[in-house]
């Protein structure tokens, strides 16, 4: 971290007063990384990039690393930054556009939940498009973690550069993080249906108390199982509350996405404007 923090340091307006606050935010999000994901650590981790990326928006007005970004020999650096920017949009909207889609899922599937006029096979089979939904978007993030983009830092960077791709690599790590949150934990479903048929002291929190993704999966997947339909009330319930969380949650971390997405497309216009001087 040390290390880290004297990179931090060698930007060319290194007397700034932008720079301490810059180096305590970037510094706060690298020593979470290391903590087990929530949802509530998700939405602190979204708002501290927010607020990285505000520091960033102001240093890149600074007349010296303006200078320093727009040096002819920086120019293929800063395409590169660039570039970088537009992979970190994309991979944002999808995280926007999953925690839309499964949003909406959830609210439907809540709403025939408590209508309850279709009998038990109707419901069971508007629980499994649910669950296939699920397993869709599952199947897209982890092929966009396994396709993910990288960050370098180069020797030869220019101070300035060298911390904007710095940036770039922790803000990829936060969103990593949250697509890893929302796909859960493969054996989140089967396992702990296996699990319950052979201990009735199982609840859906000991699959992963902290997951809210994981515990509506696992629910659902144990209230369609058909070796369990004398509990199906009891079932049920526990499903819709589990729902209840899942939304609430959703809509936390929505807000913090697109606070997010805002603020990048701001750092993306600002490079650009450098790229054009």
Not at 15 to 41: G, K, N, V
Not at 106 to 118: A, V
Not at 239 to 257: S, W
């Amino acid at each position: 971290m040390a290390a880290f923090h004297t990179r931090s340091n060698s930007l060319p307006s290194s007397h700034h007063p932008l720079i301490p606050e810059f180096d305590e935010q970037l510094c706060r999000l690298r020593s979470s990384e290391a903590a087990s994901s929530s949802s509530t650590l998700l939405s602190g981790r979204l708002s501290g990039l927010q607020d990285l990326h505000d520091c960033v928006d102001k240093l890149l007005l600074l007349p010296l690393n303006q200078q320093a970004l727009s040096k002819q020999q920086n120019e293929k650096c800063v395409d590169e930054l660039f570039d970088g920017s537009l992979r970190l949009l994309d991979i944002c909207s999808m995280a926007k556009d999953t925690l839309q889609q499964t949003k909406e899922s959830t609210q439907e599937l809540q709403s025939i939940m408590r209508r309850r006029r279709g009998g038990e096979s109707s419901l069971s089979s508007e629980v499994k498009k649910f669950l296939n939904s699920r397993k869709a978007a599952k199947k897209a993030l982890h092929k966009a973690m396994e396709n993910k983009c990288t960050f370098r830092l180069l020797n030869k960077d220019e101070q300035t550069v060298s911390v904007l791709r710095e940036v770039q690599s922790t803000t990829l790590a936060v969103i990593e993080s949250m697509l890893s949150f929302i796909s859960g934990p493969k054996s989140s479903g089967w396992s702990f249906v296996s699990k319950t048929m052979n201990s009735k002291k199982v609840s859906c929190e000991e699959v992963n108390e902290e997951n809210e993704f994981a515990s509506v999966d696992a629910a659902l997947n144990l209230l369609i199982s058909h070796k369990m339909k004398k509990s199906d009330s009891t079932l049920e319930e526990n499903a819709q509350n589990e729902l209840k969380k899942l939304e609430i949650c959703i809509q936390d971390l929505e807000e913090g996405v697109e606070s997010l997405y805002r603020r990048l497309i701001k750092t993306r216009v600002s490079l650009l404007n450098i790229l054009n001087h």
